[in-house]
């Protein structure tokens, strides 16, 4: 099993719902990733996990909550967004975290916040 | 500042076409150099890591050269299943954890029948 699985696929929200997005991976990963990435645009870097603690956050509002239940599961708790933060989220993971590993993305989740 | 670029923005071949990528990149020392290839509304898929200048890597149609300043993706006698976004990416030597890719802003290909 060499994939990274994201739910929803799409999501449209308002700017004073909660949801969330899940991302689950089982070849045994112990770093994952969340990216955003707007239309014609590259991935930018939104938080790492490695070893299911917080490494990287890249000065995320706080209105994007990153947790690592375990070391499958990554999840990003999205509340009080703005329209701007429509944009398609990216999950990833990698072996150790090291340097050198290439990523395995999932499909993502398109997200609309009216 | 790390910085990744890549030419042309986008490129339209026909098919059978052959043609070049461009990824320049601008680093105080590179650990790694990887090219993803990503469909619309998906995620990137992994194509090829190179890690030192006059590494090749192959596969299919595609071909990827590394120098000290730049990588190429080859693209031979493309089809439109070819068809995607290649985005180029690096790891800096100021990441000292792998983690903190630079990505490249990509380059949309079409081949067209």
């Known amino acids: 099993d060499t994939e990274v699985t994201q739910t929803p696929k799409h999501l449209v929200m308002g700017m004073t719902n909660k949801k969330s997005l899940k991302c689950e991976q089982h070849?045994?990963?112990?770093?994952m990733y969340w990216y955003k990435q707007k239309a014609k645009k590259p991935p930018e870097l939104m938080f790492v996990?490695?070893?299911?603690?917080?490494?990287i956050n890249e000065s995320v509002p706080s209105r994007f909550s990153p947790e690592c239940p375990n070391s499958s599961l990554l999840n990003l708790h999205l509340h009080a967004l703005q329209p701007e933060d429509s944009a398609l989220y990216l999950c990833?993971?990698?072996?150790?975290?090291?340097?050198?590993?290439?990523?395995?993305f999932g499909s993502g989740t398109q997200l609309s916040v009216l | 500042e790390d910085q990744v670029t890549q030419s042309p923005e986008a490129l339209r071949l026909q098919e059978g076409e052959s043609s070049s990528l461009n990824c320049s990149y601008t680093?105080?020392?590179?650990?790694?150099l990887f090219w993803y290839r990503q469909d619309p509304g998906k995620g990137p898929e992994f194509l090829f890591t190179?890690?030192?200048a006059g590494e090749e890597k192959e596969k299919e149609r595609l071909k990827a050269t590394l120098t000290k300043k730049e990588s190429f993706l080859h693209i031979t006698a493309p089809k439109p299943e070819d068809s995607a976004t290649y985005l180029c990416?690096?790891?800096?030597?100021?990441?000292?954890?792998?983690?903190?890719?630079?990505f490249g802003p990509g380059t949309r290909l079409s081949v067209l029948p």
């Open positions: 990833a993971s990698s072996r150790q975290g090291s340097v050198g590993e290439k990523l395995f």
């Open positions: 070849m045994g990963h112990r770093a």
């Open positions: 996990y490695s070893y299911e603690k917080l490494s």
């Open positions: 680093v105080s020392g590179l650990r790694g």
């Open positions: 190179l890690y030192s």
């Open positions: 990416a690096v790891h800096p030597i100021s990441d000292n954890y792998g983690q903190n890719f630079v």
